[in-house]
């Protein structure tokens, strides 16, 4: 279970400048709408919205903001947003996982090709790269919100893949399936998460060297430019891509 595939996951380690910001939020404003437009608009009623806002709160993005997202929710102009999935590979054979929200498929489909091909990669079809992945519900926290003891208790009895000792934090693996469920039950206990997302993980990693790496960092970028995509997995080894960044 080592190992992360999330871009995300780990680029949010180094911050992030004022212009990317600005993108980042508005990127949470669109799942915090949905969310509350396919749930109830009370956080404690809704869990996928209740998810949306800490990890904006993580973001550091603004009450106001947050508090307008969720009203935009019950204006019937509103534009219907959908979360679709596309597949594809990059150069040295790396795969991509890019989940959508967007009212265009058209326009996501022919943006993250483009991306793809000026890149040396390429769009694939369903099915061509998740059967390299599990799609796992990943629940990080520190050590001092909760105890071992109390931890893997809570993993046990509510049906928890895995739960993780990381150093510094304690990691439980979930199904899809009972993520929501099971993070309901931690945050009796538990009042903020480091990390917190149903992710697709690669069952192998892949080590690049410098160059390699640049040009998946290349790709990862620029999809994260495209306004409709929300997140982006891949089996590079993002541990090993981020040394070489730094």
């Not at 769009?123 to 799609?135: C, I, K, V």
Request: hydrophobic share 35%.
């Amino acid at each position: 279970m080592a190992g992360h595939s999330h871009w995300a996951g780990i680029k949010h380690k180094k911050g992030r400048a004022d212009k990317e910001r600005s993108k980042v939020f508005s990127k949470l404003s669109r799942e915090i709408t949905v969310a509350a437009k396919l749930g109830d608009k009370e956080p404690d009623m809704n869990p996928r919205l209740r998810t949306a806002i800490q990890v904006a709160k993580q973001a550091n993005m603004p009450k106001d903001n947050i508090l307008r997202a969720i009203s935009k929710s019950e204006m019937s102009s509103d534009k219907n947003y959908e979360n679709l999935r596309y597949e594809g590979y990059g150069p040295s054979n790396i795969a991509f996982i890019i989940e959508t929200l967007t009212d265009n498929k058209n326009r996501s489909a022919s943006s993250i090709r483009t991306v793809l091909q000026k890149n040396g990669g390429r769009l694939g079809e369903s099915g061509s790269t998740t059967h390299m992945f599990n799609n796992y519900g990943v629940i990080q926290f520190e050590k001092s919100k909760l105890s071992e003891e109390e931890a893997f208790e809570i993993a046990i009895n509510n049906g928890a893949k895995d739960c993780l000792d990381l150093k510094e934090f304690f990691e439980i693996i979930t199904k899809k399936e009972d993520f929501y469920k099971i993070k309901t039950q931690l945050e009796k206990k538990i009042d903020t998460f480091s990390y917190s997302a149903i992710e697709w993980r690669a069952l192998n990693f892949i080590d690049l060297n410098r160059e390699q790496s640049e040009k998946i960092i290349e790709i990862l970028s620029a999809l994260e430019e495209l306004d409709d995509v929300q997140n982006i997995f891949t089996n590079a080894n993002l541990e090993n891509i981020q040394t070489w960044k730094l």
